[in-house]
């Protein structure tokens, strides 16, 4: 039976090869994406059946404390926190190069791939010292938009990432916001059409009890009065 040291290092390697080999062949490599793509998406996803790993190595790391866990434990939590990691960025490169008509990415895969990479950020906030791992999982959100193509993508997008701006954790809400922030300066006028169910949550968040969530927002507010060319105060005061 193999170990589950040894099947994360084994999925950590093969997932950095998938990045590589993404970003050297490009669109010759993106169709092989389909043969691993559920058991990517599981991954992500907390409640998918790789996804059991990787809570029993989280609560595992959770009571290292309390030293009712083993340094393995521990270690495994930490290798499967960067698998998870490392299938953001292989996914980054296939919304990057899947530039032939959707080869990889239809609708469907789409929208389950929005829902297991964006709810990331909740793991991604409650652990320390991740800036670059957060860095990776804001570009994944902002390439993945462009890969969609379409408004109506980028709505269900962006509502999901403004949902955890009311997350309880700071961390969460600040992360959230970069997405956001970086959403708009890809899509810059194309976000406009998104400014209706924007300017609700920005005015909560320009209230922000945490100094640096409160920072964040008022980045988004400047950013949207520059591309827009209006004074958004008045819409955020109705």
């Not at 793509?37 to 790391?61: E, F, Q, V, W």
């Not at 990057?96 to 709810?119: C, F, M, P, Q, Y």
């Not at 462009?146 to 809400?173: C, H, I, P």
């Amino acid at each position: 039976q193999i170990s589950d040291e040894h099947r994360l290092s084994r999925r950590m390697s093969f997932y950095s090869i998938v990045e590589a080999l993404t970003k050297t062949l490009k669109n010759v490599f993106v169709p092989y994406f389909s043969h691993f793509m559920d058991l990517s998406i599981s991954l992500l996803c907390s409640d998918g059946p790789a996804g059991t790993l990787n809570r029993k190595h989280r609560k595992a790391k959770k009571r290292k404390g309390a030293g009712t866990t083993s340094e393995a434990s521990v270690s495994c939590a930490a290798a499967s926190f960067r698998v998870r990691c490392a299938v953001v960025r292989a996914f980054r490169e296939l919304f990057v190069h899947d530039t032939v008509g959707g080869v990889v990415l239809t609708e469907e895969i789409l929208n389950k791939l929005r829902a297991a990479i964006v709810s990331f950020v909740l793991e991604l906030s409650s652990l320390p010292d991740n800036i670059q791992e957060a860095k990776d999982w804001v570009s994944c959100v902002v390439e993945m938009a462009g890969a969609s193509g379409t408004d109506v993508f980028w709505k269900v997008l962006n509502e999901d990432l403004l949902m955890y701006t009311r997350n309880q954790s700071a961390g969460t809400r600040y992360l959230a916001l970069e997405a956001v922030l970086e959403l708009i300066n890809k899509l810059r006028e194309d976000f406009l059409v998104l400014l209706p169910e924007t300017l609700p949550f920005l005015a909560e968040l320009l209230e922000d009890p945490d100094s640096g969530v409160e920072r964040k927002a008022q980045e988004i507010a400047t950013a949207l009065e520059e591309i827009s060319g209006e004074d958004l105060g008045e819409y955020m005061r109705a």
